[in-house]
């Protein structure tokens, strides 16, 4: 009897142990968040080169009806471009403003990045209705549906992005610039950046090439 009672003490010593391994001695991996980030952009890059691709064989395919030349408005075009790379710059003045733990500087300057992003997303809509309006929506025509596939999955990428800029802002502001909001904010950094890369892959293939 005493062999059992020092057995299921020990048992419950060794799960106590068990318990206390698992909390102290494996914590989150240093850069463990950073791979998988890259990871996961390294996918994403798989996907818009299978766009990029699409566009590449169905780019000229029009049905017959007008091409790039006369659809697309490169000042438009020109203008969301600026949108998208002032956002980037102002993403890394909030940076900029992290590294010295200036909470208000980075809060403001994420803000800008923001408003930046709505702007693109509002004129990248514009255009999209006034496409669809022209008769040059997505069933229209094989490159059509190839523009729309590939604009606009950056166009939601860009709209997922301001919501997690957003709710960063929130957790910036009630928990201030801790080590987890630093680690979201290299992340989101990345993403945006990316983004930024992605776009001016589409201004030059799609836009430029399209319209020469």
Partial sequence: MADLAHSSVHGAHGATAVRE??????PHPENGTALGFWLYLMSDC????????????LGRS???????????DLKLVALNTAFLLLSSITFGFAMLRKQVNDKSGTLIWLAVTGLFGLA???????????LIHEGAGPQSSAAMSAFFALVGTHGLHVTFGSIWLVVLMVQIAKHGLIHENKRRLMCLSMFWHFLDVVWIGVFTFVYLMGVL
């Fill in 120 to 130: 693109f997303l509002a004129v990248e809509l514009y255009e999209f209705r006034h």
């Fill in 62 to 72: 029009f049905a017959g009806g007008a091409g790039g030349a006369e659809l697309f």
């Fill in 46 to 57: 798989l996907i818009f080169a299978a766009l990029f691709a699409t566009w590449g064989v």
């Fill in 21 to 26: 391994y698992h909390l102290a001695h494996e």
